[in-house]
């Protein structure tokens, strides 16, 4: 088969085309394997560190004191948790539903359907030094379409890695919500566990120690 | 390696556990303010202890559960000595003048009973107003005890039958209409001409519309007038605690804070509207955030307020004994107070009066004493600064704010005022770096478009070179010759047609 255009694209720029025509990027992706390790790491880190500018250079009358309040580990770390616990539900879901995406690709799909993000919160960033509250609409509904455009990609992506037809999709992703609940919950309980058990510990202590 | 990631990443997970924002902890009664986030922030007390007025060092004249007082434009006190049903008149300094302990009406002895709770002065008649509340009556006197008037339960078939009629606090306007509060009435003052008929009730505390009322309100709808009677409103207005005529013809009205209440603190006018601007404000302590208090809950019940000629007000939270100062636009001027035994704190504080001399008086009922509160420097600090912005002479106060921010760099409104002077004088970039300060995004936004405008009419020819160049960018060369061609084309077929 003779490959062309978008085929030969190098992989830092094929997120892009993608973007644009998810449902041929998508599909080229997983017949040619194209989803690349390298290329989602860096679309993470590129989210992380345009939300860490976001929450720090978005003027102050748009913005509040976030600026001072803004802890680089700690957004970095959230946002690694929350990517990966989305991937996470939704690779264990699709798996039992017969779906053929491996997790690499979901996490490449989940990558991919972030990029318009970062281009909107740079946007954002940049206007938001020239715009004042009452022109700030002009940022925050195309705010919104961006992101209903993220989670778009991202269903486009999933149903063609895992091969799934439209209502199957939806369903997935419903799913996958119930799965990160599920994941939160655990999550909480253990730390709860973890959390007595220190505390029991640090009593027993104290009671050796004063006793 | 795989140790250096494994450390690395528990580096990571450690740092992200430290919050910058740390609430500061602190010692109790050390003052304090609020900031924009309404958190507790340390400040610099605006009243200190100027004299304790014990009554019973001025000729053995001791108090016995005082239960209200009233400071006359002459700055002179007289206090409701309620336990022995007298009233203690004092002069400016402090000093006695009189004990009216002996009243007399058409010839014969008139005693007031054990609980009187309202007293008030007026200074054009010269007439002493007491609420006799457990005699059920209110008693009109001149300053010799020479008993005029005395009004029972006024006659109306608006006040039921089984209602008992308890005054418990008395105002009277300039033309002697008394606004009454009764124990037991939740439907506001009661507003009594000075023939002592009943004209109707004035300043019912408004509910607050949460959804339950509304739902009530809308399933209410639906019942037929008969079950409307029948069944009792689920939420009734509060009770007012307090009222207060102000100088400037106003009447402030306090009451306990509670879930029904719309607003613990109102400022009426002749008709009984609310005038205070109290959106987005509270009154009192939030319950969380008090410095060094942060675990007990304290819902404010106030139960005092008086006003000067300014505007400004101060509230009395009996739960919390503290007192707190309010602007006419509600900003936070100074908390103080306490319930303690030190000096400048209160047992049981019952009832608060300014003077002339900006003093707050306070009435304890327990310690049976007047505490005099002065300004200290920085409380007259912010006074003249906030009277100059609330006049809108920004520029002025720009040197009492400095003043007040050299001495407490947490008060919030002090960077509001600086930033609205700087504004006026067309400094927008330090406007907006005080309006930042100062944690007001609306006046911040209004300076950077100021700025904006400024930076524009300046640079208007980079500006608009910018532009040419996106365009040509977009564009490309050609397309923009080729518009040129065209338009040029059209120039010079209409130079030859107008030639020809």
């Not at chain 2, 010692?27 to 007390?45: F, G, I, K, L």
Request: charged share 20%.
């Amino acid at each position: 088969m003779k490959r062309s255009g978008f085929q030969t694209m190098s992989p830092y720029v094929y997120p892009f085309y993608t973007m644009l025509h998810p449902k041929d990027g998508f599909q080229e992706m997983k017949m040619n394997h194209k989803d690349s390790v390298p290329v989602t790491i860096l679309l993470v880190a590129a989210y992380i560190v345009v939300d860490i500018l976001y929450r720090i250079f978005v003027d102050f009358d748009l913005n509040g004191y976030n600026a001072e309040k803004v802890s680089a580990p700690r957004v970095a770390v959230t946002l690694v948790a929350v990517f990966f616990i989305v991937t996470a539900a939704n690779w264990c879901f699709c798996t039992l539903l017969d779906g053929k995406g491996k997790f690499r690709e979901i996490c490449y799909v989940a990558a991919c359907a972030i990029l318009p993000m970062i281009l909107m919160n740079l946007i954002v960033i940049i206007l938001s030094r020239f715009l004042t509250i009452d022109e700030s609409v002009i940022i925050t509904y195309p705010a919104i379409v961006v992101k209903c455009w993220s989670l778009l990609l991202f269903a486009v992506g999933l149903s063609e890695i895992h091969d799934y037809s439209g209502k199957k999709t939806v369903f997935s992703l419903i799913l996958t919500v119930v799965g990160i609940v599920a994941i939160l919950f655990l999550g909480m309980i253990t730390v709860m566990l973890f959390r007595q058990l220190y505390y029991f510990i640090v009593s027993v202590i104290f009671e050796i120690k004063y006793s | 390696m795989k140790r250096f990631i494994a450390a690395l990443l528990g580096c990571v997970i450690l740092a992200s556990l430290w919050n910058p924002a740390v609430a500061q902890a602190s010692q109790p009664d050390r003052p304090y303010t609020y900031d924009e986030e309404n958190q507790a922030v340390p400040s610099v007390n605006a009243y200190q202890v100027k004299e304790i007025v014990d009554v019973t060092s001025l000729g053995g004249v001791g108090f016995t559960s005082a239960q209200d007082l009233f400071v006359d434009a002459q700055d002179q006190v007289y206090v409701l000595d309620s336990g022995k049903g007298r009233v203690i008149w004092l002069d400016e300094n402090f000093d006695l003048v009189k004990i009216i302990d002996t009243f007399t009406w058409n010839g014969e002895a008139l005693t007031l009973a054990a609980g009187a709770k309202g007293i008030f002065y007026q200074e054009a008649t010269g007439r002493l107003y007491i609420a006799d509340t457990n005699n059920d009556r209110i008693v009109i006197c001149d300053r010799d005890g020479a008993v005029l008037q005395v009004f029972g339960k006024p006659e109306s078939a608006l006040l039921e039958e089984g209602v008992d009629y308890k005054p418990t606090k008395i105002i009277v306007n300039n033309l002697g209409t008394m606004y009454i509060l009764s124990q037991n009435v939740n439907t506001g003052a009661l507003r009594i001409d000075k023939d002592n008929n009943f004209t109707g009730f004035y300043g019912i505390n408004a509910i607050k519309e949460t959804w339950e009322v509304k739902m009530e309100f809308m399933w209410r709808q639906f019942l037929t007038d008969e079950q409307n009677r029948q069944s009792e409103y689920s939420f009734q207005p509060t009770a007012l605690n307090n009222l207060y005529w102000s100088d400037d013809r106003f009447i402030y009205a306090v009451s306990p804070t509670n879930d029904t209440v719309e607003t613990p603190v109102v400022k009426l006018n002749a008709v009984g509207d609310n005038v205070l601007e109290a959106d987005e404000v509270f009154f009192g302590d939030l319950a969380a955030n008090e410095v060094g208090n942060s675990e007990t809950e304290v819902v404010p019940v106030f139960s005092d307020i008086t006003a000067d000629q300014e505007g400004v007000f101060t509230v009395l939270d009996s739960a919390s004994g503290k007192l707190y100062q309010y602007d006419d636009s509600c900003n936070l001027l100074a908390v103080f107070g306490g319930l303690g035994t030190q000096r400048g704190l209160f047992d049981l504080p019952v009832a608060i009066e300014n003077n002339s001399r900006n003093e707050i008086l306070v009435l304890d009922s327990k310690k049976n004493t007047i505490t005099v509160m002065e300004q200290t420097y920085y409380g007259q600090m912010i006074r003249e600064a906030i009277f100059l912005h609330n006049d809108g002479r920004y520029e002025e106060a720009l040197e009492p704010w400095f003043e007040v921010l050299r001495m407490n760099a947490n008060y919030y409104i002090a960077y509001i005022g600086i930033g609205k002077a700087y504004m006026n004088m067309g400094d927008y970039e330090q406007a907006q770096y005080y309006f930042k300060l100062g944690g007001d995004e609306e006046n911040y936004s209004e300076a950077k478009a100021k700025l904006r405008a400024e930076n524009l009419k300046e640079n208007f020819a980079a500006v608009a070179a910018v532009v040419v160049l996106v365009m040509i960018f977009i564009m490309g060369y050609d397309g923009i010759k080729k518009y040129a061609v065209l338009a040029v084309g059209a120039l010079k077929k209409r130079r030859k047609g107008e030639k020809v």
